[in-house]
């Protein structure tokens, strides 16, 4: 096994120190303005890309840097930890190792180096429905082959970044639910070029955060017949074989959040004073940030713990769901503490904090809700019977 200290190597430092400098370029202001204009952060997608942060994942072959989960888990942390926002630009992250895993050669080849490059952006990932919600197997959109196309018709609702990106990874039904023999059969991946896509109707949703999020509306959209990605009726498992790398990159999110909130709460307890000394003195104030503190170091040991073993080639779908659940929780809770401290200011936008309580948020619910968490640890960890 490889290693599986907490501690991070040399490299892991310094990439941590030039993402967190590259980050601190942008300035709060540069994400206020872009949220209360509900603005996608072109500038610094295009910044961290050319610096090669967002190909970190793809392999050196295909014009990536090669790096492993734990190294993907740094750089999203230390967007949210500089007081950015890493949503704009983590999918990219987690759906590619379905690419990496399960594309054809001819799909890499193509499609691969110019993500790198970022001439192509691949952000975009639409599995979520109106009708089916977290339970995915019941989804309605529908992608029949006709010659060398696939037709697809439905709709999705959730997703994000779809105008922001080139390339989209679709989930859709290619065998009526009715004529498989499991419900898991029969939905298939396609990575599909959505610009100018006809038949393709995009509306940008106005969300609680800046996360350029839409509804879409296939009608009768063609796709080529290669933009399958592996085997027909096979996408269920192919996206679930993604699923720890998102929750150990969600987590990570989290954690950021969690240490941004911690720095500013600690910063803003010990310079405030009233009643004549500073806030951070009482414990009113003090102990729900160190308790925050040390739910945030905790779930950064699981986050790593989760990260090392997926980079050993070992299971980690446990670590890496009790990391996502554990990250968003303590995160949330370091934002209740941090806005609890700030008082009337904590809600004021020139503060941030506000901005970032709601941007935790989300990881209570997306991409996958805290409850469907708590399900898979009492079902496939604890043994205990199925409750959907
Ligand atoms: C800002 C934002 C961005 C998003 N971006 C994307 C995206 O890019 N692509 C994409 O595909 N999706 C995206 N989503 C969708 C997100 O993944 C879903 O919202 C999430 O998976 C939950 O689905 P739902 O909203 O339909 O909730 P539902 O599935 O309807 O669930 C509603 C509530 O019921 C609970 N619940 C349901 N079943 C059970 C059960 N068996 N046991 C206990 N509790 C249960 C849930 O936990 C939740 O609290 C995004 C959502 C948001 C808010």
């Known amino acids: 096994m490889s290693d599986m200290t907490f501690t991070l190597t040399d490299e892991q430092r310094a990439l941590k120190t030039a993402v967190y400098e590259l980050c601190k370029q942008y300035p709060p202001e540069y994400w206020r303005d872009l949220d209360a204009k509900r603005e996608y952060p072109e500038a610094f997608v295009t910044e961290l890309t050319k610096a090669g942060y967002l190909a970190a994942l793809i392999p050196p072959e295909y014009g990536g840097a090669g790096l492993g989960m734990m190294e993907a888990a740094i750089i999203l942390e230390e967007i949210n930890h500089s007081g950015g926002n890493a949503a704009a630009c983590h999918a990219q992250m987690y759906i590619m190792g379905t690419v ?39 989804l309605q959109t529908t992608a029949i082959k006709k010659g060398d196309r696939y037709v697809v018709n439905g709709q999705k609702m959730f997703i994000s970044r779809v105008l922001q990106s080139d390339l989209m990874l679709l989930l859709a039904r290619t065998t ?46 063609e796709v080529p017949a290669e933009s399958l990605v592996g085997q027909e009726g096979k996408g269920f498992a192919y996206i679930l074989d993604g699923m720890n790398a998102e929750r150990i990159l969600v987590a990570s999110d989290s954690l950021g959040d969690g240490r941004w909130f911690i720095e ?52 980690s779908g446990p670590e890496a769901n009790m990391a996502k659940y554990l990250a968003a929780e303590a995160a949330w809770d370091a934002a209740n503490a941090c806005i609890d401290a700030h008082g009337g200011y904590g809600f004021a936008e020139e503060y941030d904090v506000e901005r970032k309580f709601r941007e935790a948020r989300l990881y209570k619910t997306a991409p996958i809700n805290n409850n469907l968490v708590m399900a898979y640890v009492g079902e496939h960890v604890l043994g205990m019977p199925r409750s959907y």
Do not use: C, W
């Open 100 to 138: 990496l895993r399960h594309g054809s050669e001819a799909q890499k080849t193509l499609y691969l180096p110019k993500i790198a490059t970022g001439e192509l952006r691949l952000q975009a990932f639409g599995v979520t429905e109106p009708n089916s919600g977290s339970d995915t197997t019941k």
């Open 176 to 221: 009526p639910v009715d004529q498989v023999r499991k419900k898991t059969d029969g939905l298939s991946v396609f990575l599909i070029d959505i610009r100018g896509l006809k038949g393709l109707e995009v509306r940008p949703l106005r969300m609680m955060m800046n996360h350029s999020t839409n509804a879409l509306f296939f009608d009768n959209a």
């Open 264 to 315: 500013k709460a600690v910063a803003y307890a010990g310079q405030r004073v009233i009643f004549g000394k500073p806030i951070g003195a009482n414990q009113g104030v003090q102990f729900p940030i160190a308790k925050a503190h040390m739910a945030i170091e905790a779930a950064d040991l699981m986050r790593t713990k989760a990260a090392k073993l997926f980079d050993a080639g070992l299971p």
